[in-house]
C-alpha cells in the first residue's frame, strides 16, 4: 500500500485535468451535490418478491433495493470512488449504510449501521447480513462508532465543536481510528433512506462535507399509478420513486444516467437479483 492510500480506499492516479479543475471549483462535497429523482415501474419486482416470499417471509423490499444498488456499484466502478482533500480515491470495498430505529416512534433511538456486500453475495446474503445487523439494534448493542458518537453529542458545545473540528481534520489526512468509522454512515459507499417503510416518498436529502460518503438514495413507498406503455395502451402499474443525490465530481453526468437505467433495468428484471452482485450485466436495451 502506498503511503498516498488510506485504509479504505487507493488514491486514483494521472486523473484528467477537467476533474482535478473541478475540486478547485468545488472544493466541498456539499458544493457538488446533484439530485436525481426517478420513477420506476416496479410491477415485476412485486410478483418477483411476492413469488419469493412463500418461501422466505423476512424477504423486503430493502432488502432487493440494496441488493439491487450493490450491483450497480459493481458494475459501475466509478460510483464507488469519493473525493477527499482534492484527490480521488477508489474504496476497496462496497458497503452499505441506514439508520436504524428500535421502535417507529418519536422517542426511540437511531443506531448507525454498515453492511460489506462481498463480491459474491447475492440477494440472500444481502438480506441476511441486514436482518443480522438490525437484530443487533433490536438488542440494544452499541457499536464503536456509535458509542463515540454518544460520547461526543453529550460534550459541553466548545468542546464538541472543537472534537469536531479535530476529527474531520484527522479524517481529511486518513488518521481516524478504523473502529470509530467502521459503522459510520458517513464513510460507506451509499447511505440508503427508506422512507417508504414509513408511507412517504422520496425526498431530495443532502450529501456531508463529513466523511467519504457520495452516493444517498432515498427510496419511497411503492404504490399503483397509471402508466403509458409503449404500445400505447394505459395501465395501472405498481411503483417506486427515487432520489439519489451524488458528488458529481466522481463521474459524470452520462455515467449517472447509465447508471440509474441499469438500476431500472435490474428491478424491472429481477432474476438478476439471484445471480452474484458482482456479475457483469449486458442489457438487452
Not at 56 to 76: G, P, Q
Not at 100 to 119: G, H, M, Q, W
Amino acid at each position: 500500500m502506498s503511503f498516498r492510500d488510506r485504509k479504505d480506499a487507493v488514491r486514483v492516479r494521472n486523473m484528467d485535468g477537467v476533474h482535478m479543475i473541478m475540486c478547485d471549483i468545488k472544493p466541498l462535497r456539499a458544493d457538488s451535490d446533484v439530485y436525481i429523482n426517478q420513477k420506476i415501474d416496479v410491477t415485476e419486482l412485486v410478483k418477483y418478491v411476492n413469488k419469493r416470499r412463500k418461501d422466505e417471509e423476512d424477504l423486503t423490499f430493502f432488502h432487493v433495493f440494496s441488493t439491487a444498488i450493490s450491483k450497480v456499484i459493481y458494475n459501475r466502478p466509478l460510483l464507488n470512488r469519493y473525493v477527499l482533500n482534492k484527490n480521488f480515491y477508489d474504496r476497496k470495498e462496497v458497503s452499505l449504510s441506514f439508520v436504524a430505529k428500535v421502535e417507529f416512534t418519536d422517542d426511540s433511538p437511531e443506531y448507525l449501521n454498515v453492511i460489506r456486500v462481498d463480491k459474491d453475495d447475492t440477494l440472500r446474503e444481502v438480506k441476511n447480513k441486514i436482518i443480522g445487523t438490525v437484530k443487533k439494534v433490536r438488542s440494544d448493542s452499541k457499536n464503536g462508532t456509535d458509542n463515540a458518537v454518544n460520547l461526543v453529542g453529550k460534550l459541553p458545545r466548545f468542546l464538541r465543536v472543537f472534537v469536531m473540528w479535530l476529527l474531520k481534520k484527522l479524517d481529511n489526512h486518513g488518521l481516524i481510528p478504523y473502529s470509530l468509522i467502521e459503522n459510520d454512515i458517513y464513510h460507506s459507499t451509499v447511505i440508503l433512506s427508506n422512507l417508504g417503510s414509513i408511507g412517504c416518498g422520496a425526498i431530495y436529502h443532502n450529501l456531508t462535507d463529513f466523511g467519504t460518503n457520495s452516493i444517498l438514495m432515498t427510496i419511497g413507498k411503492i404504490h399503483k399509478e397509471q402508466l403509458v406503455m409503449e404500445d400505447g395502451s394505459v395501465q395501472i402499474r405498481d411503483v417506486c420513486d427515487f432520489g439519489v443525490n451524488v458528488d458529481e465530481r466522481i463521474a459524470d453526468g452520462v455515467y449517472f444516467v447509465k447508471s440509474i437505467k441499469l438500476f431500472e433495468y435490474i428491478l424491472q428484471n429481477p432474476y438478476l437479483l439471484d445471480t452474484k452482485v458482482s456479475e457483469k450485466i449486458e442489457r438487452k436495451n
